[in-house]
């Protein structure tokens, strides 16, 4: 076990040694002079704006979306509008943290309709 620990930090070791070669490199190649501070630094010409969450997409995405616009709705009223199979909306309203069945219509859950669902 003892061996493989030090195996380890040797690789490490080596992968360090090359990733200060490469610092090196770069710091040579565009003029940058250190004397353990980069001097030099390369400022942001446009701030980092997160984007916003992508728009629910897939199957789920679909029901989330049917739900939002038109509201709570039987399961039987999901598959006509929709046209899936009756298995993949099964599968997709047995997502708790989204949807929810009261007295037999789904809708989305108080706070818990998530914006950013990719994928079923």
Same mark, same amino acid.
């Given at each position: 076990?003892?061996?493989?620990?030090?195996?380890?930090?040797?690789?490490?070791?080596?992968?360090?040694?090359?990733?200060?070669?490469?610092?090196?490199?770069?710091?040579?190649?565009?003029?940058?002079?250190?004397?353990?501070?980069? @001097?030099? %630094?390369?400022? !942001?010409?446009?701030?980092? #704006?997160?984007?916003?969450?992508?728009? +629910?997409? /897939?199957?789920?995405?679909?029901?989330?979306?049917?739900? @939002?616009? %038109?509201?709570? !709705?039987?399961?039987?009223? #999901?598959?006509?509008?929709?046209?899936? +199979?009756? /298995?993949?909306?099964?599968?997709?309203?047995?997502?708790?943290?989204?949807?929810?069945?009261?007295?037999?219509?789904?809708?989305?859950?108080?706070?818990?309709?998530?914006?950013?669902?990719?994928?079923?």
């Amino acid at each position: 076990m003892e061996e493989d620990v030090e195996r380890t930090i040797e690789r490490i070791n080596e992968r360090i040694k090359e990733l200060e070669d490469t610092k090196r490199v770069l710091m040579q190649t565009f003029g940058i002079k250190t004397s353990g501070v980069v @001097r030099r %630094r390369f400022a !942001m010409t446009h701030p980092i #704006i997160p984007s916003p969450p992508s728009p +629910p997409s /897939g199957r789920k995405g679909a029901i989330q979306e049917l739900l @939002r616009q %038109r509201g709570p !709705m039987s399961k039987t009223d #999901i598959l006509e509008q929709t046209g899936f +199979p009756e /298995g993949t909306v099964s599968y997709v309203l047995n997502d708790k943290e989204i949807f929810q069945n009261i007295d037999g219509k789904w809708s989305l859950c108080e706070g818990g309709a998530k914006d950013d669902v990719m994928t079923e």
